[in-house]
């Protein structure tokens, strides 16, 4: 299994958790979720929609703090739509769709721009009411090829199994 199925898998048996919204208010569901090799950010529902939970592989994905997106909300997320979302704020996407929000390229303070595959769940509670919002940010595959090649400009040490050659 990919490690892109993996992930797709155990965010999928988050979500088929019944008792997921009372689940949340927890911190030891909290301190579960931090140990998670995905991105993920909860806001509650309740009154104006604040974001309550961040994970750290969110905050390094999304190069934001948790302090910025308790202060901001999704607002804090600078994004882009790419293909059939181009120019779509990622705030938005967020907070409008369901599932599938689109592929996004994401500002990140002090580095380069990352391209990511977000996800945006609606959790309810067992009365059927609307209680949190679930975000999950996966890197885009095309993300995955560009880091994993070495750019034009890197310089490219070439080395030989003996030290009579001249390559290196």
């Known amino acids: 299994m990919s490690a892109e199925a993996e992930k797709t898998e155990q965010l999928q048996q988050l979500l088929d958790n019944l008792d ?6 927890s911190d030891s569901y909290k301190r579960f979720l931090d ?4 991105a993920i950010a909860i806001s509650d529902l309740g009154g104006d929609e604040r ?8 905050q390094k994905l999304s190069g ?3 302090a910025e997106l308790e202060r901001r909300n999704w607002a804090a997320l600078s ?8 120019d779509r704020p990622l705030a938005r996407a967020i907070v409008e769709d369901i599932d599938r929000a689109g592929t996004f390229r994401m500002q990140r303070a002090g580095t380069e721009p990352v391209m990511v595959d977000v996800y945006s ?3 309810e509670d067992e009365r059927g009411r609307r209680s949190f919002r679930l975000v999950a940010l996966s890197m885009s595959p095309r993300t995955r090829q560009a880091t994993a090649r070495p750019s034009n400009n890197a310089s490219v040490k070439r080395t030989c199994c003996c030290a009579n050659c001249s390559i290196g």
């Open 121 to 123: 769940n609606l959790i």
């Open 20 to 25: 997921l919204a009372g689940a949340l208010d």
């Open 51 to 58: 974001v309550v939970y961040v994970n750290s592989e969110f």
């Open 64 to 66: 934001v703090s948790v």
């Open 79 to 86: 994004g882009q739509g790419l293909g059939e979302y181009k």
């Open 35 to 38: 140990q998670l090799p995905i």
